[in-house]
């Protein structure tokens, strides 16, 4: 009940998603409505998330303040985005498809800029403040600017090579 009641992330994620439908729509009528409930959600949420974006279901916009979502960026399903991402365009002119694609089961550290038209595999971590603009394989994490760490790496960062049975 509480999400309901209370979660901006998914109150702004429905929004969208009502957008969507009518986005994809070819009256402009429907685009002008989707527009406008986009615009009057970002407003509301502090979301601006695109209209022509598509975000598959199990999607959790956490704490949600500042999330940006371009028209042709893609979300998976089941990816965890934290406040202040964005999935946003390099700012070269001449290219439509112009947002990343963002697999399944992806994790994504606030303050963090995905840009450009790359992929971003399955099961990705990205770090907080992480700024990526090359393509990041399945499975991977990246930290800083387009840094990807290795599995030694990563595997250190996360403990794994602690010897726990010291207590």
């Known amino acids: 009940l ?21 986005w994809e729509n070819d009256n402009p009528g429907d685009k002008y409505l989707a527009l406008t409930l986009q615009s009057r959600a970002s ?31 893609t979300i998976g399903s089941y990816c965890y985005i934290l406040h202040g991402v964005t999935l946003g365009a390099t700012g ?27 992929p971003i595999g399955d099961g990705v971590v990205i770090g907080a403040s992480a700024i990526v603009t090359v393509p990041v394989a399945e499975g991977e994490t990246v930290v800083g600017i387009n840094r990807i760490l290795d599995t030694k790496a990563r595997d250190k960062a996360a403990g ?8």
Do not use: C
């Open 2 to 22: 509480q999400p309901l009641l209370y979660f901006k992330g998914f109150h702004s994620v429905v929004a969208q998603r009502i957008s969507h439908k009518l």
């Open 43 to 73: 407003e509301m949420f502090g979301v601006d998330a695109h209209p022509g974006a598509k975000i598959a279901h199990g999607v959790m916009f956490d704490h949600a303040t500042g999330i940006v979502v371009g028209e042709t960026a």
């Open 92 to 118: 070269k002119a001449g290219e439509f498809d112009r947002h990343p694609k963002v697999g399944n089961r992806v994790k994504i550290g606030a303050g963090s800029y995905i840009l450009g038209n790359i």
């Open 160 to 167: 794994k090579d602690m010897d726990m049975d010291i207590w």
